[in-house]
């Protein structure tokens, strides 16, 4: 069992940068795939960074990729999320998520541990 919880929400500008950060508890995440999920208004929660247990296999969604970049401290028991030339397209609220096979999935399915989410809003 594990428990996340998100930080870092917050308002910026687009272009702007901001970094989400999740922490665990409860047990260590050295074995688990970790990923960061956003639901944009009006859509199905889509992955936009997983990394596997050990941080050897990384996906990043095309709308991302090349501005986000996620990373692990297992030893920390955390997960960030460094986002950075912002969009107005990504506002969302995103979540981070465990799962315990250990794969950078980007299927929502296979996660079985949620944080509660934290908003991020970026005006253009």
């Known amino acids: 069992q594990v428990r996340l919880e998100e930080s870092g929400g917050g308002w910026v500008q687009a272009g702007g940068s901001l970094r989400l950060s999740c922490a665990a508890s409860?047990?260590?995440?050295?074995?688990?795939?970790m990923a960061w999920f956003r639901q944009i208004a009006g859509r199905e929660r889509e992955c936009v960074a997983a990394?596997?247990?050990?941080?050897?296999?990384?996906y990043y969604s095309d709308s991302v990729k090349g501005r986000f970049a996620i990373s692990r401290d297992n030893a920390k028991k955390t997960v960030t999320l460094q986002m950075n030339s912002l969009k107005s397209e990504d506002t969302a609220v995103y979540f981070c998520a465990a799962n315990e096979v250990g794969w950078d999935t980007a299927a929502a399915g296979q996660y079985e541990y949620w944080g509660q989410g934290t908003q991020v809003t970026v005006s253009s």
């Open positions: 409860g047990r260590t995440i050295v074995t688990f795939g």
């Open positions: 990394v596997n247990n050990n941080g050897g296999r990384i």
